[in-house]
């Protein structure tokens, strides 16, 4: 079947502007996570989503990042006024969701952002 | 905090060698951790994963291991072949699915 689809694949933006990036799960996951990957932070966890709910927003860096998540599908990441250091890679990945169960989470292939 | 730290950072076999690559976590109540390979311009694929309540899992020429005492879990390679290079990143979640990365290998296998 179709696996997590993220768009754009590339993003270039110039600083101070706003950025809006998607993530389609694969059908029938309702969790939702973003992590952000940037050659000297490694992989880091932004947020987590249970159905249209984020119960854990930890991971978000400030102010100027939010998510959304409607019909338990789609997600939205957003980044307004973009700064250089938000250059990175942005992945999406979804999972199944059980009763004090983990499971696997299935990754896109990530949209990569410039800041200029 | 929670942490994972992974190690080599690179590694380079000759074809058809072992490697091995290992991880630490620090939060005790992790109890899953899955294993990801991830190519150029792609994003990680889930390569393995093994659980709190099992020591040692295999799929054909890939095995993780768990130590839970330690807190340290490893996966090893068998019979490298050149496609198997790659950067390989361990993780570690608790029952919050978050996942926690190790800092990634570079593997490289040489034909």
């Known amino acids: 079947g179709a696996g997590v689809s993220q768009s754009p694949s590339n993003k270039v933006t110039e600083k101070g502007k706003d950025v809006e990036l998607r993530c389609d799960p694969i059908?029938?996951?309702?969790?939702l996570y973003w992590y952000r990957q940037s050659l000297g932070q490694g992989l880091e966890f932004l947020i987590y989503f249970q159905g249209n709910s984020a119960p854990d927003k930890s991971g978000l860096p400030s102010d100027r990042f939010s998510a959304e998540r409607t019909g338990g599908s789609v997600s939205t990441l957003t980044i307004q006024r973009t700064q250089q250091e938000d250059s990175a890679v942005y992945l999406c990945?979804?999972?199944?969701?059980?009763?004090?169960?983990?499971?696997?989470?299935?990754f896109g292939p990530g949209t990569r952002l410039t800041v200029t | 905090g929670e942490n994972v730290e992974q190690h080599p950072s690179t590694l380079s076999v000759q074809e058809g060698d072992s490697a091995v690559i290992k991880c630490t976590y620090s939060d005790s109540a992790s109890n899953y951790f899955p294993w990801y390979k991830q190519e150029l311009g792609k994003g990680p694929q889930l390569i393995i994963d093994?659980?709190?309540?099992?020591g040692e899992k295999k799929d054909q020429r890939i095995a993780v291991t768990l130590n839970k005492t330690a807190k340290h879990f490893s996966l090893h390679i068998t019979e490298t072949q050149p496609e198997d290079s790659a950067v390989y990143f361990c993780a570690a979640s608790s029952n919050t699915g978050k996942l926690i990365f190790g800092q990634g290998t570079t593997l490289q296998v040489k034909p």
């Open positions: 990945a979804s999972s199944l969701v059980g009763f004090r169960e983990i499971y696997e989470q299935y």
């Open positions: 093994i659980r709190s309540n099992v």
């Open positions: 059908s029938g996951h309702t969790a």
